[in-house]
T-cell receptor
Framework: GQNIDQPTEMTATEGAIVQINCTYQ??????LFWYQQHAGEAPTFLSY????GLEEKGRFSSFLSRSKGYSYLLLKELQMKDSASYLC?????????????FGRGTSLIVHP | GAGVSQSPSNKVTEKGKDVELRCDPI?????LYWYRQSLGQGLEFLIY????????KSGLPSDRFSAERTGGSVSTLTIQRTQQEDSAVYLC?????????????FGSGTRLTVV
């Protein structure tokens, strides 16, 4: 099975940088995803890592270390609208399929 | 369609009644997933369909839950004899096979309340 850990809540200041960590244990690995979810809305896709290293997409970057079972999402130049829950998901083996398992999410509060 | 469509958006039902939730995935997406999210909780996997293969039902919490996918497109999740603990947001997602880097696209969900 899969086990995913991420902090429950983080706070940061507008304009700052924040790093949200995710550790995981999985049987089989077919990629790690980060999603953003605003209250009352569906999760939206942010990033995908399948190889070790850093993937950069504008203000958001995501890092993966498969040997350590570790990832982080880096948000730069924080804006108030970045206040949301950030979900780490790992695509792991289930029978003959790869199914994404989601962590409980990290609630990020950005204050002025 | 342009996105994943779910209906109804809200459903209030009496304990013991059956409910059907519908998901219309993105056209051409062969993979379809159902999750549920209780207040303050993470997404709990329920069932996965991939093309014409047998579905992975390993996440269904009880035999009151079932799902089907007709013609490789629209899916219906059925909950029989609903209980109060079934109250949650039921989310459907779809993805294209061999396009993992595009992620999974979620619908807006069905908020189910069992009273």
């Amino acid at each position: 099975g899969q086990n995913i850990d991420q902090p429950t809540e983080m706070t940061a200041t507008e304009g700052a940088i924040v790093q949200i960590n995710c550790t995981y244990q999985t049987s089989g690995f077919n990629g790690l995803f980060w999603y953003q979810q605003h209250a009352g809305e569906a999760p939206t896709f942010l990033s995908y890592n399948v190889l070790d290293g850093l993937e950069e997409k504008g203000r958001f970057s995501s890092f993966l270390s498969r040997s350590k079972g570790y990832s982080y999402l880096l948000l730069k130049e924080l804006q108030m609208k970045d206040s949301a829950s950030y979900l780490c998901a790992v695509s792991g083996a289930s029978g003959g399929s790869y199914i994404p398992t989601f962590g409980r999410g990290t609630s990020l509060i950005v204050h002025p | 369609g342009a996105g994943v469509s779910q209906s109804p958006s809200n459903k209030v039902t009496e304990k013991g009644k059956d409910v059907e939730l519908r998901c219309d995935p993105i056209s051409g997406h062969t993979a379809l997933y159902w999750y549920r999210q209780s207040l303050g909780q993470g997404l709990e996997f329920l069932i996965y369909f991939q093309g014409n293969s047998a579905p992975d039902k390993s996440g269904l919490p009880s035999d009151r839950f079932s799902a089907e996918r007709t013609g490789g497109s629209v899916s219906t999740l059925t909950i029989q004899r609903t209980q109060q603990e079934d109250s949650a947001v039921y989310l459907c997602a779809s993805s294209a096979k061999d396009r993992a880097g595009d992620g999974y696209t979620f619908g807006s969900g069905t908020r189910l309340t069992v009273v």
